[in-house]
């Protein structure tokens, strides 16, 4: 189920993902109410989340704890990690101790239990509009400093290698490695795997070009 409006300029793009329709509408109607927030985007499961967060790429995803397919936890895991700058309420129909740590542990501050009342997520909507501040001013004046600082695009690549990533981000990263024209043979075979992977065989076609122009240089 997907529902897709054109968001003013002024205002924060949500998306909705619970696998009950009764607190889809609930939350949507809810939402409504409200000036600086937009609705863009409702999932019933979490895998659906991640992939309308590719698609509308929402500033704040409303996630149910306990969904098919993909739990909103896990979902989150996967948006965050290709969409750092991202906020997130999760919502449930009890508190958990153990659920309200583990969402704690990978960024998530706001925690609702089902059914909350339009004031309580207005207020938690808020806080994380003020997180997201906080956050996306962080990773401009990081990634400002660092972009292109060969030893930080390095170790980046390193954990992003480590972690078996083609998302993206990562893609990126290896990419803006492989500008440089003394750039380690190993990043540049890492990206063309990316690439595979990613079925970009254009990028593959020039990166294989110049991995051959590299090797048989070295053969001389």
Same mark, same amino acid.
């Given at each position: 189920?997907?529902?897709?409006? =054109?968001?003013? !300029? ?10 009950? #329709? ?24 979490? @895998? #659906? ?7 509308? /790429? ?54 609702? @239990?089902?059914?909350?009342?339009? %004031? ?9 509009? %003020? ?6 001013? !962080?990773?401009?004046?990081? =990634?400002? *400093? =660092?972009? =292109? ?5 390095? #170790?980046?690549?390193? %954990?992003?290698?480590?972690?078996? /990533? ?15 024209? #003394?750039?380690?043979? /190993? ?8 690439? *595979? ?5 254009? !990028? ?7 991995? %051959? ?8």
């Amino acid at each position: 189920m997907t529902q897709t409006n =054109n968001p003013q !300029k002024d205002k924060l793009r949500v998306l909705i993902a619970d696998d009950f #329709q009764e607190t889809r509408r609930n939350t949507r109607l809810m939402i409504s109410t409200l000036d600086n927030v937009e609705v863009v985007a409702i999932a019933s499961n979490g @895998v #659906q989340a991640v992939e309308m967060t590719q698609e509308h /790429r929402p500033d704040i995803v409303i996630l149910d704890v306990n969904m098919p397919e993909m739990d909103g936890l896990t979902a989150f895991k996967h948006i965050v990690q290709e969409y750092p700058g991202t906020g997130c309420i999760i919502i449930s129909a009890e508190k958990s101790p153990a659920t309200v740590s583990a969402a704690m542990s990978i960024g998530i501050h706001e925690y609702l @239990v089902k059914p909350f009342l339009v %004031e309580e997520l207005e207020a938690s909507i808020n806080r994380v509009i %003020e997180n997201l501040r906080e956050t996306r001013q !962080k990773i401009a004046k990081f =990634n400002k *400093a =660092n972009t =292109n600082n060969l030893v930080y695009l390095e #170790q980046l690549a390193h %954990e992003y290698l480590k972690e078996g /990533r083609t998302d993206n981000q990562a893609t990126q990263i290896f990419e803006r490695l492989a500008e440089y024209p #003394q750039c380690d043979t /190993r990043w540049l075979e890492t990206l063309a795997m990316m690439y *595979a992977i990613r079925r970009e065989w254009s !990028k593959l076609k020039a990166l294989a070009e110049r991995l %051959e122009h590299r090797t048989s240089g070295h053969n001389k």
